[in-house]
């Protein structure tokens, strides 16, 4: 029964977006269903709900994303038998060749989704649209769009039909949008949506070097907080689960430089600092020959997620208090740093972390742990890419980003068709 009250307004929400997205093209057929949703319908203050559902649930369906970027990281291997896979794990990668695992075309959508369905509020209440709980959320939503493509592609596009701008860009385009979400939720008393801006923006700044507003943002999120993306049993099901996991299709694994972490026996990562058990990476792995569905690769299933309606964390408290320990890192307060990581260690049972005392040793400690408690939240792949760290981890000649949406180049005017995305050198 819950899965269900899930399932409902997911429904629900997807055919009115469904229908919202399409009303712009009512007058091309004169035939008449009077079952069908169109423009009129749309402008009733009953139905902004389930648009902002549509719009939201659009938004997080991160399961894709986090098993592609994961395969361009050191957290999972191909395992399986689809080209897909395993041109992600070898940074394959070419924009292009009509491969958008980056889910840059995905959010492109949800971003144009979220700007007219606060369109249409405002054209039907007013200014008073800006007083509701469904603005603030499909605002927030559209200032997370643009973070997460500056995350996952190696260039996006801020404006509609406009140029393609650097990752860098992507998160400054994110900063005000995501500033006016926050002021909208807290003027809707919506405590969750305004702290999911507000996580939203610690990070673009972070990622942008605003590193002064990143920490206050980080500092600003209380203990306890946490923002998912939603999957059920009987609606969308959380692809890490259905595909890769031991229990149905072993398709990708953890990655091998991994392997001589895992105590197989307790079925978690070892810790790489203190050797005890880390239950934040939770490892499957039958030692009887356990293979990946081709047959030959060894396989080492992860047991975050378990079953197919289980969530996805897109951000939470233990992320905030890391995004400040890399903020007094790169200020050079070390002792600050391994604080921060220390309060994230104790929430998981962990020994506290001693000062190594050099910014090198802070630094792998703060790798590790944002390894650790961001496992398979699809945060890895950036992490290695803005710590310029593909080359020693990954290795040379591999794609660090994914290319910007196929159908985007060649629809676009102002964006050159033939692109290209970072790679190491």
């Known amino acids: 029964m819950p899965a ?10 997807a055919m009115l977006l469904t229908a919202f997205v399409a009303s712009g093209c009512s007058g091309m057929l004169d035939v008449e269903d009077p079952s069908r949703y ?24 991160m399961a894709g994303v986090v098993i592609n ?80 493509m500056g995350m996952y592609a190696c260039e996006g596009v801020a404006t509609p039909n406009g ?8 998160y400054k385009a994110a900063i005000p949008v995501l500033t006016r979400a926050i002021e909208l939720a807290t003027r809707a008393k919506l405590t969750n949506y305004a702290n999911m801006a507000r996580a939203g923006r610690a990070r673009a700044n972070l990622m942008a070097g605003n590193f002064d507003a990143a920490l206050a943002d980080a500092q600003a999120i209380p ?3 946490s923002y998912f993306a939603k999957f059920s049993e009987q609606g969308t099901s959380n692809a890490l689960v259905t595909l890769i996991h031991h229990t149905e299709n072993k398709a990708a694994g953890l990655d091998s430089r991994r392997w001589s972490q895992v105590d197989t026996i307790a079925g978690f990562l070892r810790d790489k600092w203190s050797n005890e058990l880390d239950t934040r990476v939770k490892i499957v792995h039958r ?12 396989y080492y299933s992860h047991d975050k997620y378990k079953v197919r309606g289980d969530d996805i964390a897109m951000t939470h408290w233990r992320e905030m208090r890391l995004i ?60 290695l890419y803005r710590f310029n760290l593909f080359p020693s981890v990954i290795g040379t000649g591999y794609s660090t980003k994914f290319p910007l949406n196929t159908n985007e180049v060649r629809n676009n005017p102002n964006i050159t068709p033939i692109r290209d995305c970072p790679k190491v050198s």
């Open 223 to 225: 203990a306890g907080f």
């Open 38 to 61: 169109i423009d009129e319908n749309l402008n009733d203050e009953r139905t902004f709900a389930a648009l902002a559902n549509g719009v939201e649930g659009n938004f997080t369906t």
């Open 4 to 13: 269900m009250k899930k399932l409902l307004p997911r429904k629900l929400a």
């Open 287 to 298: 030692v009887g020959n356990r293979l990946g569905v081709d047959g030959r690769t060894k």
């Open 69 to 148: 970027s994961g395969l361009l990281s050191d957290e999972l291997m191909h395992t399986g038998t689809w080209t897909g896979y395993e041109d992600a794990d070898k940074g394959r990668y070419r924009a292009g060749d009509g491969s958008d695992a980056g889910a840059s075309g995905s959010w492109l959508v949800t971003r144009t989704q979220a700007q007219k369905a606060e369109e249409r509020f405002v054209k039907v209440l007013g200014d008073a649209a800006y007083d509701k709980e469904y603005t603030a959320r499909v605002k927030a939503v559209e200032g997370w769009t643009y973070l997460l």
């Open 163 to 170: 140029p393609a701008v650097s990752d860098i860009e992507m």
């Open 324 to 383: 400040e320990a890399e903020v007094h890192y790169r200020k050079g307060n070390l002792q600050l740093a391994i604080d921060r990581m220390n309060v994230v260690r104790a929430s998981a049972n962990l020994p506290a972390l001693a000062n190594p005392g050099t910014p090198q040793g802070v630094l792998d400690r703060l790798l590790e742990e944002r390894f650790a408690t961001l496992f398979l939240e699809g945060q890895r792949a950036n992490d």
